[in-house]
C-alpha cells in the first residue's frame, strides 16, 4: 500500500508530465510506476532481469487495452506477455528514469541492493544516447528508507537521484555531483568482471567501446586472467588424478569425476577441508562440458566437480571460500539449458556456518 501511495505521486511531477519515454526499474514495489506511465500512454522500458537476454523491454499494450489489461501490462508477467526486446541499436531517448533503492539520502545519495545493475544500465543507456546530463532520475521509497548517507560511500559510477517519492513526501535533491557518464572500464571492479561473464549485451558494447577507439582495458585485467588460467590448470590436474581407476569397492566408473572422502566435506590431498557448492535444476540434456566451460567464463573455475546429472545436480568444490561464495552468487539463477539454476552452499557447510 505505501508503494502504491509514492508511486501516485509520480504523475504530479512536471519530469513525468514532459516525459514521453520513462524506463522503470521491473521490481514488484515500482508497479505502480510502471502502471502510472502506461495510463498515461508514454512509451514504457523495463529492464531484462539481471540483463541476462538483453537491455530492455517496450511495453507494448494491445490497441484499445482497457484499464485492467494496462494493469497486468505493468507486472512481471505483463512484462513477459506485453514487450519486445530493445537492444544496444534501439532508438531508445529515455527522459525519465526510475529506479528502486535501499537507502536514499536527501542529498540524492542513492544505496541500491548492492548488484550494481541499476548503475550499470544507467551506464549501458549513457553508452547507447539514451539518456542525457540533465535526464532526471526518481526513486520511490518508504520513509524509513530516506536517511543521511556519507558522502564518501559514493563512488563515481554511483547513481544519484533528483527526486525521492515517499508516501508522505516529494523531495527535489538539487543534487550537483554528475551522474555516470558511461561504463569506468579501467576501475571495473570484481563485480564488473563477473557481469562481463554472465551479461553478453555488457560484452557486445565492451567490444564496440574498443572498436570505436575507447580503452576499454579492465583494471587488474591481465592478474585476473592470470588466476583465472590457474584455476583451470589446477581443475585439469584434479581431475586427471580423479579419473584414474581405483581399487575400492563401488568405486564410480573411470571417467566420472569423483572426490574421494566426504562427498559433500571432501579434503583434497596436502589442503585444508575445500568448501562445497551445490548446483541444482540442471537440465537433463546438459553436459558436463558446458557446465565446465560456463564456471570458466564466469572465472569461478572448481578445483574439484562431482557430477550426478543423472540427479540434475553437481558439486563444485573450492579450496578458498571467497571464491566459492562468488560462485553461488554468479550461479544463482544462471540460465543454462533453459532452466534456471539453484546454487548454494552445500548443507554441512551452512551447518557449520
Known amino acids: 500500500q505505501g508503494s502504491l501511495q509514492a508511486c501516485s505521486s509520480l504523475g504530479g511531477l512536471d519530469v513525468f508530465g514532459r516525459a514521453r519515454e520513462v524506463k522503470v526499474d521491473p521490481d514488484k514495489p515500482l508497479e505502480g510506476a510502471r502502471l ?25 499494450p494491445p490497441p484499445g ?4 489489461i494496462l494493469r497486468r501490462c505493468a507486472t512481471s508477467q505483463g512484462v513477459r506477455d506485453y514487450s519486445v526486446p530493445v537492444g544496444l541499436d534501439g532508438k531508445a531517448q529515455v527522459d525519465l528514469v526510475v529506479v528502486g533503492s535501499v537507502a536514499v539520502s536527501e542529498k540524492g545519495w542513492r544505496i541500491g541492493k548492492g548488484e ?6 544507467y551506464a549501458m ?30 563512488d563515481d559510477h554511483d547513481l544519484t537521484v533528483d527526486y525521492i ?25 570484481s563485480l564488473l568482471i563477473q557481469m562481463l561473464g554472465k551479461i ?20 587488474d585485467e591481465h592478474p585476473a586472467l592470470a588466476n583465472t588460467n590457474r584455476a583451470a590448470i589446477s581443475n585439469k590436474k584434479v581431475m586427471a588424478s580423479n579419473t584414474q581407476p581405483r581399487a575400492a569397492p563401488a568405486s564410480p566408473p573411470v571417467r566420472q569425476p569423483h572426490m574421494e572422502n566426504d562427498p559433500v566435506n571432501p579434503k583434497l590431498e596436502g589442503s585444508d577441508t575445500v568448501t562445497t557448492v551445490y548446483v541444482g535444476n540442471l537440465p537433463g540434456s546438459l553436459k558436463v562440458s558446458e557446465l565446465k566451460s560456463a564456471l570458466r567464463e564466469l572465472q569461478v573455475v572448481p578445483v574439484g566437480l562431482n557430477w550426478q546429472g543423472a540427479q540434475h545436480r553437481a558439486f563444485l568444490h573450492y579450496r578458498d571460500q571467497g571464491t566459492a561464495h562468488r560462485a553461488v ?25
Open 329 to 353: 552468487s554468479s550461479l544463482q539463477g544462471l540460465s543454462l539449458g533453459g532452466n534456471a539454476l539453484r546454487a548454494e552452499l552445500a548443507k554441512s557447510q551452512r551447518n557449520r556456518g
Open 200 to 219: 553478453p549485451i555488457l560484452k557486445t558494447l565492451r567490444c564496440r567501446e574498443k572498436e570505436a577507439g575507447k580503452d576499454v582495458t579492465l583494471r
Open 165 to 189: 517519492l515517499t508516501p508522505t513526501r516529494t523531495i527535489q535533491t538539487n543534487c550537483k555531483r554528475p551522474k555516470p557518464q558511461g561504463i569506468m572500464w579501467h576501475k571495473a571492479s
Open 125 to 154: 543507456m549513457v553508452s547507447m544516447g539514451a539518456v542525457q546530463e540533465d535526464t532526471p532520475v526518481v526513486t520511490i521509497v518508504h520513509d524509513c528508507q530516506v536517511l543521511d548517507i556519507a558522502e564518501e560511500l559514493v
Open 116 to 121: 550494481g545493475y541499476a548503475d550499470m544500465e
Open 36 to 60: 502510472a506511465a502506461l495510463q498515461a500512454r508514454k512509451t514504457l522500458l523495463v529492464p531484462t532481469p539481471r540483463l541476462r537476454t538483453g537491455l530492455f523491454n517496450r511495453i507494448v
Open 65 to 68: 487495452a482497457t484499464k485492467e
